[in-house]
């Protein structure tokens, strides 16, 4: 098993709605979670951290179930602006520093 | 603060060519990353730094060479180019007490 799995997608959502995805991770010890986006030929950037049960930024809200250990990511109100990969990250639990990622769900929001 | 550049932004390569990646951080972070990524396959760590002068193997270092000779350069070799090695690489930083990574734009390499 992958230590972070996400659905490829593509999720095809129309302008206006919600969806939301999840990522499963292995490691039961990580604390701490990150979702990252990801613009096509364009470097990650840091959309938001989820520290402890969920985090919300705006129309980005993430929930992080450690029962069964996944987080989850949900875009109210989608804009074509939001068309984009999204990352799933987890840090390390040692203090090396090498984060885990998920390959990333495609997001394609449509007039 | 010009974050985290790389150089050279795309380069075309032959079989069997050497070239050297190069990362620029101006942030005084002390870890630093190279990763690629590939359609399909998400980021995955080639080498990483965690201070100047050290470096250790990521996921997937073969065919790849660095140093960390400063703090805040990172440079990625590739002593003899393959096809395979075609691929977009990210170079990352972040500091020692925190845990986001901060990515440069992305070199594209294409091997022929």
């Known amino acids: 098993r992958k230590e972070v799995e996400q659905d490829p997608g593509p999720f095809n959502v129309p302008e206006g709605a919600t969806v939301a995805f999840n990522c499963t991770y292995s490691?039961?010890?990580?604390?701490?979670f990150f979702w990252y986006r990801q613009d096509c030929r364009k470097e990650p950037k840091l959309l938001m951290s989820v520290y402890s049960s969920g985090n919300e930024d705006g129309r980005f809200t993430a929930q992080l179930n450690r029962a069964s250990q996944y987080i989850s990511l949900l875009i109210r109100d989608s804009k074509l602006s939001d068309s984009a990969t999204y990352l799933c990250?987890?840090?390390?639990?040692?203090?090396?520093?090498?984060?885990?990622f998920g390959a990333g769900t495609q997001v394609v929001v449509t007039p | 603060n010009a974050g985290v550049t790389q150089t050279p932004k795309f380069r075309v390569l032959k079989t069997g060519q050497s070239m050297t990646l190069l990362c620029a951080q101006d942030m005084n972070h002390e870890y630093m990353y190279w990763y690629r990524q590939d359609p399909g396959m998400g980021l995955r760590l080639i080498h990483y730094?965690?201070?100047?002068?050290?470096?250790a193997k990521g996921e997937v270092p073969d065919g790849y060479n660095v140093s960390r000779l400063k703090k805040q350069n990172f440079l990625l070799g590739l002593e003899s180019a393959a096809p395979s090695q075609t691929s977009v690489y990210f170079c990352a930083s972040r500091e020692g007490h925190r845990e986001t990574q901060y990515f440069g734009p992305g070199t594209r390499l294409l091997v022929l």
């Open positions: 730094s965690v201070g100047e002068g050290t470096t």
């Open positions: 990250v987890v840090p390390p639990t040692d203090s090396w520093g090498k984060l885990q």
């Open positions: 490691n039961s010890a990580s604390q701490s």
